[in-house]
Structure formats: structure tokens, C-alpha cells
């Protein structure tokens, strides 16, 4: 066997050679493919990962009013408020009525 040195020859058809250089490139291509597909769906995880964690939250948070409210809301309990004042109202309005009537007419009890 001779010892490989500056003047080794290396004999090769051009065939083999071009066939051998598109292998490596091809491999190196769908390395790289795959890291890129690899690395969108590690990002595209993070991002689902943390939309949960704000739905989560939102879902939790919301109905405690942590959150605020819609505006609809708040023109909701504005207008039960005024209701919940007229009500408060009127009841007063019934129940001097009642003692005026119980007051007048001593023999009714108020049930009819």
C-alpha cells in the first residue's frame, strides 16, 4: 500500500463526482428545510401557548368584572339603577297607602 502524500492521485469519474456533490446538496437543503419547519412550529406553539394563557385569564377575569365592562353594560345598570330608585319609591308610596287605609278602616286586615 503507498502512503498518501502531496503527489497521491485520486482517479474519479465526473459522474460520480457531480452525483456526489448533489447528494450533500440536497442533504444540506433538507436539513435546512427541516430546521426552518422545525422553528415556525416551536414559534407557532409559543404563540398558541400564550394565547391560552390570555383566554384563560380573560375567561376568568371577565365575568369578576376585573376586566371592565362593555359599554352596553354600563348603560344596563344605569337603567336598572333608575328602576331600582322608582321602585324604592313607589313601595314607600304602597306602604303609606297601607297605614293610611289601616289607619281609616281599623277592621280590615289589608288582605283582599
Known amino acids: 500500500m503507498s502512503a498518501i502524500g502531496d503527489q497521491t492521485n485520486l482517479d474519479i469519474n465526473l459522474k460520480w463526482l457531480l452525483?456526489?456533490?448533489?447528494?450533500?446538496?440536497?442533504?444540506?437543503?433538507?436539513?435546512?428545510?427541516?430546521?426552518?419547519?422545525?422553528?415556525?412550529?416551536?414559534?407557532?406553539?409559543?404563540?398558541?401557548r400564550d394565547s391560552v394563557v390570555q383566554n384563560s385569564e380573560f375567561r376568568t377575569k371577565w365575568p369578576l368584572g376585573e376586566l371592565g365592562a362593555l359599554p352596553d353594560d354600563a348603560?344596563?345598570?344605569m337603567r336598572l339603577k333608575h328602576l331600582e330608585d322608582k321602585m324604592g319609591v313607589v313601595e314607600k308610596q304602597v306602604d303609606a297607602l297601607r297605614i293610611r287605609d289601616a289607619s281609616t278602616n281599623?277592621?280590615?286586615?289589608?288582605?283582599?
Do not use: C
Not at 448533489?22 to 407557532?44: D, K
Not at 281599623?106 to 283582599?112: A, L, V, Y
Open 19 to 48: 452525483q456526489i456533490v448533489a447528494g450533500v446538496g440536497f442533504a444540506v437543503w433538507g436539513y435546512f428545510t427541516l430546521t426552518s419547519h422545525i422553528r415556525e412550529l416551536e414559534i407557532e406553539v409559543m404563540r398558541m
Open 75 to 77: 348603560e344596563q345598570n
Open 106 to 112: 281599623p277592621n280590615t286586615t289589608g288582605d283582599k
